[in-house]
C-alpha cells in the first residue's frame, strides 16, 4: 500500500501562478522527500525535509512539514512551461526505502 | 540521470519467456532499487540492494529475482514473463547518507 498520497492528481494552471501541492502519510517517518517525473524520464530528486524541519526552501520550491497531521505541501513558485511534470512525495521510515505517491500532474499553460 | 544507464531501454517479449534488465551506475553507491511504474500505482519497490550479493524483496517480489554480483550492476530477472508485468522499470542508486535516490531513464516493458 502506498504511504504517501498527492492531492490533486492533476493541476493546471497559467505561467506565472503558483502551483501548490500537497502529500498526505500515514506513519511517522525520518523525512519526506519531492521528486519531479518529466514525460518519459527518470524520477529527479528536488527537495529532502527532516522530520524535525518545518519549512525549507530551493530557489522557487518551498516545502513544508507538518508531522502531526502527517502532511506536506510543495510550493512553485513564478510557475514556468518547464515546471510541467509530474511530482511525487517519498517518505523515508529508515532502513534506506522510499515509499512513494501517485503523483500530482502538473501542466503549465503558457 | 546520475551515471545510471538501463538496458534495453525498450523490450517487447512474449508471455512466458524470461527476460533480464540491467542496471548499471558509474557513482559506487552502496544502495541499488528496481521499482516499476503502472498508471495508478505510482512507483512500487520490486527489490532493492544494500551491498554486493545483498538483496531483499519489496512490495511487488513475486515473479521477479535480482542479483548483484558486482557494485556497478543491478540485474532484475523474470523467469516466465506475464502480461502483468507490463511496466516501465526504473532502476535507482543511493549512497545511504540521506535516503536520496537517484534514478535510471527506464525501461518500458511489453509482454504480449
Known amino acids: 500500500s502506498q504511504q504517501g498520497e498527492e492531492d490533486p492528481q492533476a493541476l493546471s494552471i497559467q505561467e506565472g501562478e503558483n502551483a501548490t501541492m500537497n502529500c498526505s502519510y500515514k506513519?511517522?517517518?525520518?523525512?519526506l522527500q519531492w521528486y519531479r517525473q518529466n514525460s518519459g524520464r527518470g524520477l529527479v530528486h528536488l527537495i529532502l525535509i527532516r522530520s524535525n524541519e518545518r519549512e525549507k526552501h530551493s530557489g522557487r520550491l518551498r516545502v513544508t512539514l507538518d508531522t502531526s497531521k502527517k502532511s506536506s505541501s510543495l510550493l512553485i513558485t513564478a510557475s514556468r512551461a518547464a515546471d510541467t511534470a509530474s511530482y511525487f512525495c517519498?517518505?523515508?521510515?529508515?532502513?534506506?526505502?522510499?515509499?512513494f505517491g501517485q503523483g500530482t500532474r502538473l501542466t503549465i499553460n503558457p | 540521470d546520475a551515471g545510471i544507464t538501463q538496458s534495453p531501454r525498450h523490450k517487447v517479449t512474449e508471455t512466458g519467456t524470461p527476460v533480464t534488465l540491467r542496471c548499471h551506475q558509474t557513482?559506487?553507491?552502496?544502495?541499488m532499487y528496481w521499482y516499476r511504474q503502472d498508471p495508478g500505482h505510482g512507483l512500487r519497490l520490486i527489490h532493492y540492494?544494500?551491498?554486493?550479493?545483498?538483496?531483499d524483496k519489496g512490495e511487488v517480489s513475486d515473479g521477479y529475482s535480482v542479483s548483484r554480483s558486482k557494485t556497478e550492476d543491478f540485474l532484475l530477472t523474470l523467469e516466465s514473463a506475464t502480461s502483468s508485468q507490463t511496466s516501465v522499470y526504473f532502476c535507482a542508486i543511493s549512497d545511504g547518507g540521506t535516503d536520496t535516490q537517484y534514478f535510471g531513464p527506464g525501461t518500458r516493458l511489453t509482454v504480449l
Open positions: 506513519t511517522s517517518i525520518n523525512n
Open positions: 517519498a517518505t523515508s521510515q529508515g532502513a534506506q526505502k522510499l515509499v
Open positions: 557513482e559506487n553507491h552502496r544502495y
Open positions: 540492494s544494500y551491498g554486493v550479493k545483498d538483496t
